[in-house]
């Protein structure tokens, strides 16, 4: 029987109801036995990422919508309506908006859902060669089971996770293309199992035998499984398995037999929902719609009792109105009643459209990211074309979170460095060498020297002395000088430690994982590719590497190691090694590593060359030191039985092998440490400093060396002042280091950076958490060395935790992704070592210099938009309908209504929708180029009004005046006299109706109007477009019959357009209830202005006499601030109208000059 997708996702949840540990190992698979392994019930080989189906899409779709709160709220409110004998107002009213917000959410759902229903047809419709009795058959990728061989060609795209038995590759080496799971272009290597490789696709046909694997997980690094033939255990792993979603390259073909299929694949396990990230702007959203239902219901409550007051005097034969109709409702229950009434009345203040505006102008928003030229670099793709690329917003619902940034939290490696790295120089044993200086004693071609220029960069006589230019740090040490200046004494020397030079280039030849293309180095480590480049450069070149063999050409002679073992590098692990036997036999263990981990396990012999680690370091080069080891054939004879049998094993494999690789890795030889520069990125100096100057502080998170990450921080201006280091060896020495900071900085009041190394990040994050927060919160930038992934993500949480801040993280790779998962805004960069940390971000950018703008200018513009769409959308309503409830005072409570239904229905959705949303995608305070001089005007977003919930609490209460304005103008001026006519009679409640609607609609246009900051040919149509929308919905509700269920407005344009008193009411109207929002805001400018509007008059200053100069403003910055410092008296006239500046302005002035 084989189990549906829909049944084996339900055994998985059986599985986490009872929390039962999955089992160690898959069900066996039979070698050529399609019989046998269609009786183990694996699953389908159907990929289905789509979410719905024609069926399922409206019961999905309208349950996934209704767990939404604001929709519950306004689909009881429609219940609510539909109630004759309870509800005041027609259904149509609450039904349009509803199906408005939910047809706009449903369009964007199946828009995305189609999407994937294409891209999963193309991918199960794909037609692949399954090999079955000598027999080659085309089969759909979807037909594809289990236990199948299957034969893939070059450029196939793998269907299922599968094992590689026969590759037309003479060294059973597949070449795959891993960029659909990782991003990563550079090629890596599948390999065929030693026990497979010179057999024949006959030999494969007639195997027997099983194939057990582990019980499938979604880490793409790990997998264990073997092969039983016979009496033969074949042990297999994670470089013997091919993934669904890599591409077969550079192998014509393969023959693979499928192990995972379906959802048990890797791809698809990976395939989990993202976290949830929702920013503080809809976290406030939500607050204050829950506190505005709750104020609804206490105000329904005192209308309902007050409507059951009154209505007990209309029943009263002695006290009632004599011209109104008696009924028989108790007046408790009438209060009820009218409590349901009132409820759906005052529903109006809650508006409906907010969630949708808030969407598309996000979406909108997004799109501008990505559009941004100033985002933007050129780059040359996989085939060799020149293209431009962009950033990528993933997560747009965050754009606004991007604006309340405090701090930043960023890798090192790839993120401020280029990840370009180049051999600078090494120590070998007590001498330093360059790469000319070991070209010179192995009397290496000076040809050759000249071909690779570009790596012997290293001036002996000069570089060690100066500053060198084309770098970004500063050499300047007295202890590399001395031994590279007194190289004539050392010339003996030099001969003696030849071999030692030699051993030192053969380790960083054959000790790692580089591949050779077409005559290039590939390797997932740059770092690797510069050792490779040097040691090719030094007379020692990697040719060719297979999974048995790796060949060198040494000095012109080709040398043969056979591979006996490989350690592989991990985070964990910290080094890698491999095992080789050489041409004579001999057996050597080749190791490199961090010097932390690989000091432990050295002898001493070798170890003077460690006195140059510090020194190394100062000068910002990333160092490992590299070591080697003999070892006597029996001892590896003995070693390698008891490591064979542990990597055969299926459970507690990863436990036995690193023990084993624990005991060979101890007793090496130091032969030497690397020295390697990597550069930091273009305008990361100028980025940190903006981000520091914008009252956001930046944390540095790294793996290297204390030295190393100090001269980063003070090459990217991440290190201006004082700074302390925290690098104890226990837990109660980090505790008075801390305490003694903390009098420190209290007694002497100076900003300074913090500096914390290795395990005391531990002891801080977690034990000496409060003291830490007292010195981390008054610190400038801290910097965290010798940290793990793990570690990077505890930082994060710990910032998030002690400082309730909204943290930014920032890292190029894999290691990254746990931080970048934790900040509350994750940005990746599409790194040299593969896009990981990008797939894992909510925004992906490709250069560190991108963020400034990305948070200074659109996370700033955006939660400024965003807000300014919350408060408009809340004041509108809040203007437009609370004159429903002051109505409820003269009409006796009964509910009554004065504007007519359709009006109601159309306000939020044709009315007043346009505008927010243009204003949301559209609407800026300041350019970005004026940001760029003062990003000071940051700060101010943290401190201000703007963007927080008591912003929208005061529009709130405009919105309230204006709707006391409109119900009073009604009151005073309407209801009195609304003779309209030479023939005396009244306008009742048609003129009443029509002219309070005008009045109010016009009033809220004109407010959106003044808002407004920036206009476009845009903003103007949405404007117009709404006034015409107005008259249209208000000409059919006043010309058809029957258009309008209380036909309120019947022929109202006759009765109103004709009369001179609306014109004047509307226009009084407008301008009493407009007047004090203009001046607040005159006020605001001429006697206490913000930052903000101080920068806004340099800005039009400028802009007048010097235009929209793009490149004055980029290029030219220095003689910008020397022009603005020139016309600051005559700025500050202008902003005070050609008064003396006020107190206020000059110290923002003074505050100006000083930055």
């Known amino acids: 029987y084989e189990l549906s997708n829909k049944e084996e996702r339900g055994m998985v949840r059986l599985l986490r109801l009872f929390k039962t540990k999955p089992k160690e190992s898959y069900y066996p698979i039979t070698l050529n036995d399609m019989k046998m392994n269609k009786k183990q019930g694996f699953p389908n080989n159907i990929v289905k990422t789509s979410k719905y189906s024609i069926l399922s899409f409206l019961p999905k779709f309208l349950i996934t919508q209704f767990t939404m709160v604001t929709n519950i709220y306004f689909l009881a409110i429609l219940i ?34 189609v999407r994937r229903h294409l891209a999963d047809r193309k991918f199960n419709q794909t037609n692949y060669i399954h090999y079955t009795s000598n027999n080659e058959i085309s089969i759909q990728s979807r037909r594809i089971k289990t236990g199948m061989i299957i034969k893939l060609k070059q450029s196939d795209i793998v269907p299922a996770d599968c094992i590689p038995l026969l590759s037309s590759n003479q060294d059973g080496i597949t070449f795959i293309e891993t960029a659909a799971l990782d991003g990563e272009t550079n090629l890596k290597q599948v390999l065929v199992p030693n026990y497979f490789i010179g057999k024949t696709i006959n030999d494969i046909n007639e195997l027997k035998g099983t194939l057990l ?60 929902p993202p976290k949830l990230k929702k920013s503080n702007i809809d976290k ?66 809650i508006p409906i459209s907010c969630q949708v505006s808030l969407e598309l102008a996000k979406f909108a928003q997004g799109i501008f990211f990505e559009q941004d030229d100033d985002m933007k670099i050129k780059q040359i793709n996989s085939n060799g074309k020149e293209e431009i690329v962009g950033m990528n917003a993933k997560s747009t619902g965050l754009n606004d979170e991007l604006g309340m940034v405090k701090f930043v939290l960023s890798d090192k490696t790839g993120t401020l460095t280029e990840n370009e790295m180049k051999f600078k120089k090494c120590a070998i044993k007590e001498n330093v060498y360059d790469l000319s200086k070991i070209q010179e004693i192995l009397n290496i071609s000076n040809n050759k020297t000249t071909k690779n220029k570009e790596i012997n960069e290293i001036n002996i006589n000069n570089n060690y002395k100066e500053t060198n230019h084309s770098s970004s740090f500063i050499y300047s040490n007295e202890l590399i000088n001395q031994s590279l200046i007194n190289s004539n004494e050392q010339e003996t020397q030099d001969e003696n430690n030849k071999k030692d030079i030699i051993n030192f280039l053969k380790c960083m ?62 985070s964990d692990r910290k080094r890698m090694s491999i095992l080789t036997r050489d041409e004579n036999g001999i057996i050597t263990l080749w190791c490199k590593g961090a010097d932390n ?109 204390m030295e190393t990450a100090i001269n980063i921080g003070k090459s990217c201006k991440l290190i201006n002042n004082a700074y302390y280091c925290i690098n104890d060896d226990t837990l109660d020495q980090c505790k008075i280091t801390l305490n003694d900071i903390k009098l420190k900085i209290n007694k002497q009041k100076h900003n300074f950076s913090l500096i914390i190394n290795g395990k005391n990040t531990d002891w801080c994050v977690h034990e000496l958490k409060n003291i830490f927060k007292e010195v981390m919160l008054l610190s400038s930038s801290v910097i965290c060395c010798r940290v793990t992934p793990k570690q990077k993500a505890e930082i994060t949480n710990c910032v998030k935790k002690i400082t309730n801040k909204i943290v930014l993280t920032i890292g190029d790779g894999a290691n990254d992704v746990p931080m970048i998962n934790t900040g509350n805004v994750g940005v990746g960069i599409y790194g040299k070592e593969g896009n990981q940390a990008a797939r894992a971000s909510d925004f992906a950018i490709r250069k560190f210099r991108h ?99 008591i912003n929208f609490i005061l529009w709130f209460f405009y919105g309230i005046y204006q709707s006391l304005i409109f119900f009073f103008v009604f009151f005073w001026f309407i209801s009195p006299s609304d003779i309209i006519g030479k023939d005396g009679l009244n306008g009742g409640i048609i003129y009443t109706s029509l002219t309070i609607t005008f009045y109010s609609l016009f009033t809220v246009i004109v407010t959106l109007i003044i808002e407004t900051k920036t206009w476009n040919w845009i903003l103007i149509i949405g404007h117009i477009i709404s006034i015409i929308f107005i008259f249209i919905i208000y ?45 607040k805001r005159f006020i605001q400018r001429y006697f206490f202005p913000d930052m903000y509007h101080v920068v806004q008059e340099i800005q039009t200053s400028l802009e007048t006499n010097y235009g929209k100069n793009r490149q004055f403003f980029s290029e030219g910055s220095n003689e910008l601030k020397q022009l603005i410092n020139l016309h600051l008296p005559l700025i500050s006239k202008d902003i005070s109208f050609n008064r003396t500046p006020s107190d206020n302005q000059l110290k923002e002035i003074e505050l100006i000059e000083e930055n």
Not at 227 to 248: A, F, R, W, Y
Request: aromatic letters at 12%; charged letters at 20%.
């Open 80 to 113: 609510i309506c539909c109630i004759p004998s309870i509800s005041t107002v027609t259904p149509i009213t609450s039904i349009i908006p509803l199906i408005f917000v939910l047809v706009v959410a449903g369009i964007k759902e199946i828009y995305e859902d």
């Open 213 to 272: 694997c582990e019980y499938p997980q979604p880490k793409f690094d790990q997998f264990r499984g073997s092969i039983t033939i016979g009496n033969d255990k074949v042990s297999i792993n994670e470089k013997n398995l091919l993934m669904q979603g890599t591409i077969i390259r550079n192998t014509k073909f393969v023959y693979v037999i499928i192990c995972y299929c379906g959802i048990h694949t890797k791809l698809s396990l990976n395939q989990t």
């Open 284 to 349: 406030k959203f939500n607050i204050f719609v829950f506190v505005m239902i709750i104020i609804q219901c206490i105000i329904c409550l005192i209308l309902s009792i007050l409507s059951g007051h009154s209505h007990s005097i209309i029943n009263n034969p002695n006290e009632g109105f004599w011209y109104l109709p008696k009924d028989d409702i108790n007046n408790k229950f009438y209060g009820l009643k009218k409590f349901f009434g009132y409820f759906t009345l005052i529903s109006y203040i």
């Open 509 to 570: 030849a054959l000790c790692n994982t580089v591949n050779i293309n077409e005559g290039k180095f590939s390797s997932q480590s740059p770092d690797e590719e510069a050792l490779c480049l040097a040691a090719k450069n030094c007379g020692i070149e990697l040719i060719s590497r297979n999974q048995k063999s790796i060949e060198l050409l040494e000095f012109g002679i080709n040398k043969k190691y056979n591979i006996l073992s490989t350690f592989d590098f991990n």
């Open 597 to 705: 981990v690989m000091n432990e396990r050295c002898t001493q012999e070798g170890k003077e060359c460690m006195e140059y680690l510090n020194e190394f370091s100062s000068i910002g080069l990333r160092t490992l030191v590299l070591s080697i080891k003999t070892i006597n054939e029996e001892v590896f004879s003995k070693w390698y039985e008891k490591y064979d049998d542990a990597i055969n094993l299926l459970e507690g494999r990863e436990e036995e092998v690193e023990i084993l690789q624990n005991e060979m890795e101890k007793d090496l030889k130091i032969i030497g440490i690397s020295a390697i520069e990597d550069k930091l990125q273009e305008g990361v100096p100028e980025t940190i400093e903006m981000l520091l100057r914008g009252g956001i502080k930046v944390w540095m998170i790294t793996g290297d060396k």
């Open 851 to 949: 963020l400034a703008k990305l948070i200074l200018y659109h996370g700033r513009t955006s939660l400024l938009r965003n807000s300014e769409i919350i408060k408009i959308c809340f004041y509108k309503n809040a203007s437009f309908f609370l004159i429903l409830l002051w109505y409820s005072f003269i009409s006796n409570f009964t509910c009554q209504v004065v504007y007519d239904d359709y009006i109601m229905t159309f306000f939020n959705i044709l009315f007043t929708q346009i505008q927010p949303i243009l204003i949301g995608i559209f609407d800026r305070d300041l350019q970005w180029q004026t940001i760029q001089l003062f990003p000071e005007v940051n700060k101010e977003i943290h401190k201000s009004l703007r963007g927080k919930v």
């Open 1035 to 1079: 000409g059919l509700t006043c010309y058809i019959p029957g258009y309008s269920t209380y036909n309120i407005s019947w022929n109202g344009f006759t009765y109103v357009f004709q009369s001179f008193t609306f014109y004047l009411i509307t226009i009084f109207t407008i301008i009493i209830s407009v007047a004090p929002l203009i001046l």
